[in-house]
């Protein structure tokens, strides 16, 4: 029974308090910063986003290799959900969220993708291969050096379905074809994960803004209040599962996990099991930290 005497009472107490005064804040509406200058020979990273929102929830890696890596990030918007009413305004808010981080985006197609689930990948063959034809071709036009989806059993149907697409997209490409794999968690949380990624302050606080563009979506459900509390959540399994049991937990306030691999000569080759690692706020070498993580 909670007393007077609970010393936690208040601070959870002012805990709930900040979720309501977070509900308060405007929507969107932000001044998006002019597009950022794109160094025409940056190396590509490409978010393949479910549905959009997605590209904003997972995007603690992304965020970092666009501001300290010097990577292009390009989401690509796999589709813009079920919902047909919604599609293009869903649409408008994903090119603002994206513009505020600094991301160009673009659909897989032209109205985005449908049915890209596991059960379509069995039963609509012909759906299927257009629908990996559609990535290929994105991946040839852009030559990423990382591509960043959601991995293989994220719960959601068009999260695993996506998580199918880009790995039968990847099988397609020519025997030459060489890239960085980043795998991302939401709906259903990674058995395997090797990398915790440190987010500060700013860069939190960057996404939450960024997923308060898809209006539409937050006035349903306002996740984009409880993506700091996941985040931090995210340290506590990711101190046990990527630092090992009864590791030292590092003393990050929030991280995003992802597991890194490498597609090469026509197959995935993940790094050995031991390769586990945290990424610190600040780190001067990411470009080479993250290369070394994603080699053969």
């Not at 047909?84 to 985005?112: H, I, K, M, N, Y």
Request: overall charge neutral.
């Amino acid at each position: 029974m909670t007393t007077k005497m609970n010393p936690y009472l208040s601070w959870v107490t002012e805990l709930d308090t900040w979720v309501k005064r977070g509900r308060a804040l405007p929507l969107g509406g932000e001044a998006l910063p002019p597009p950022p200058a794109v160094d025409p020979a940056a190396a590509k990273v490409l978010l393949f986003s479910p549905h959009p929102d997605d590209e904003c929830i997972v995007g603690a890696l992304p965020l970092r290799l666009s501001r300290d890596g010097g990577f292009q990030v390009v989401n690509i918007a796999v589709t813009l959900g079920s919902n047909v009413a919604r599609q293009q305004p869903r649409w408008a808010e994903l090119q603002q969220a994206c513009s505020f981080l600094g991301w160009p985006t673009e659909c897989a197609v032209p109205g985005g993708l449908a049915r890209i689930t596991p059960k379509a990948r069995k039963e609509e063959p012909d759906h299927w291969r257009k629908a990996v034809a559609a990535i290929v071709a994105v991946l040839t036009r852009h030559q990423p050096k990382y591509v960043v989806f959601p991995h293989a059993s994220d719960y959601n149907s068009s999260h695993m379905g996506t998580h199918l697409l880009v790995m039968d997209a990847l099988a397609a490409m020519p025997a030459g074809f060489c890239c960085g794999m980043i795998e991302t968690e939401f709906w259903g949380a990674m058995p395997t994960p090797n990398l915790m990624v440190e987010s500060s302050i700013a860069e939190v606080a960057d996404l939450v803004a960024a997923i308060a563009f898809h209006v539409g979506e937050v006035q349903r459900n306002p996740y984009h209040l409880t993506l700091p509390a996941w985040m931090q959540d995210n340290v506590r399994r990711g101190g046990e599962i990527v630092g090992g049991q009864g590791g030292a937990v590092p003393d990050y306030r929030f991280g995003t996990l992802y597991r890194v691999g490498l597609w090469s000569q026509g197959a995935r080759h993940d790094p050995p099991a031991g390769i586990k690692r945290f990424l610190p706020k600040g780190e001067p070498d990411l470009k080479q930290w993250l290369a070394d993580m994603a080699r053969k």
